[in-house]
């Protein structure tokens, strides 16, 4: 049967419509792709509403390098980056054990709920406004803005986690009296790990962006206030520039922090 | 010299709230009594639904909520009265390795004298101490829950059918293994079957529990040498003995006994598709 099974496919991959396009260089390969549609729709459009792509990298290699009125690039994205990062740890945290707290506790889930679908819904640009009112445009306005806003949503994510927990392994914790801390970090934690890593993707791909519009809105540096200058001065070419500086970094911290964490953390499954 | 009691119960009422009309209750367990001495092997046998899980869960201190009293070496198992618990699924923690399975739950003592190793060496299980539980087969697994339920060199054991859902070699070589643990560390024993050989063959006594409520019906020392072997004659002779001796308390035994083969059966043909 299996060996039947077997020969079938090992018969079968030359013609198997559905190993077409797969392969590590299908990623590259489509990406190359895309760089070279727009290089052509460049040629037919106005070089100022879109440049090339070779005019791009030539503005991303200015900023990096050359003279600015405002600071590098890497001066803007590290300032970006330090918000962020700041921002996504205050964030996981405080909405890590508020989900907690929810999820095993139905009476604080009962009265908190309301105030946590208050939070998901209350726009961004409203808290940041508000933020930059009461605690003037500084630092710490801003990362509490992009906190407030992001704090509802790892919330709801974990307070799913901990009610999604099997009170099987719970009982045997408990019947072998096992420390509060242990059974914190080998009974709750493993089970938690999937919502803890999702909400931890979405929120590096939502902090970045909220990030961003508090800047425009009222820092002198980042990421976000070099865009809005750029736009100001209509220079298509530096706002593309520095969306790419951004996206670079996005993918780095992707395939450097997170993809090696999930790997040690699911090595258990099959 | 009297035997030292191990484990005292005496429950008056345990009652559930009912999953059908709010407000009222379905009666688990009443009026039941009993106790252990020191290193008496217990089996408990009823039919489903007659409160032996809930049982243990009390004993265990899982449950605490009950009218009556139970003491585990002199104290309530609220306190923190030392058990080993096997439930009937092996509920090892998947994200952990066979050996930290163990060393999760075991105390200074045992980890001072590396038992956790040793009890899985003991168990054959040497070579599979760094591998996750969903590589083992579901005997391996309950051989990890064994070791891991004898670590602590508890004074008391509670066993829930812990070898239900095995093919019958499996579960007569983990009888095998239980009972040689047993002997090693002159533990306390309760072991709850619906399976009569069973308890039988492992058991010093067998308490027959009533369907619900629970109480128990019969408290019967069971008068066979050791070692005795699952097939042998005399453990059959002493079954049929058994049910035509106390045929009104053991009516429900036979039914149920061919239900569960029926049960392991399927669950033989199902594990070999």
Redesign the interface.
Known sequence: MTIQLGSRVRAGRPLDPRLFLTGPWVRILSLIALVALWQFASRYADPVVLPSPVRVARAFWQQLTGETLYGLLHFHVGMTLFRASVAFCFSMILGGIIGFVLGRFTRANNFFDGWVILGLNMPALVVGILCYIWFGLGEFALILAVVINKVPLVAITIREGAQSIQPDLLQVAQVYRVRRLTVLRKVYLPQLYPYIMASARAGLALIWKIVLVFELLGRPNGVGFMLSLHFSNFQVYNVLAYAFAFIIVVMLIEAIVLRPLERRATRWRL | MAAVKVLEVDITRKAFPSPVSAGAETVAIEDLQFHVPEGEFTCILGPSGSGKTTLLQLI???DRDYDGTISVAGKRPAE?AP???M?Q?A?L????TVI?NVE??ADDVAKANDLPKTLLEQMELGSFLDT?P??LSGGMQRRVALA?AFV?TPKLLLLDEPFISLDAPVALRLRQLLLNLWADQKATIIFVTHDLREAVHLGDRILFMSSSPGRIVLDHGVDLARPRTAESIEVEEYRQRLLRQHPDVLEGVQQMESDAAKGTDALVTSNMG
């Open positions: 265990s201190g899982l923190g058990v080993g618990y439930f699924s509920r923690m998947p994200w952990l930290d999760m739950i996750f969903n590589r891991r602590n």
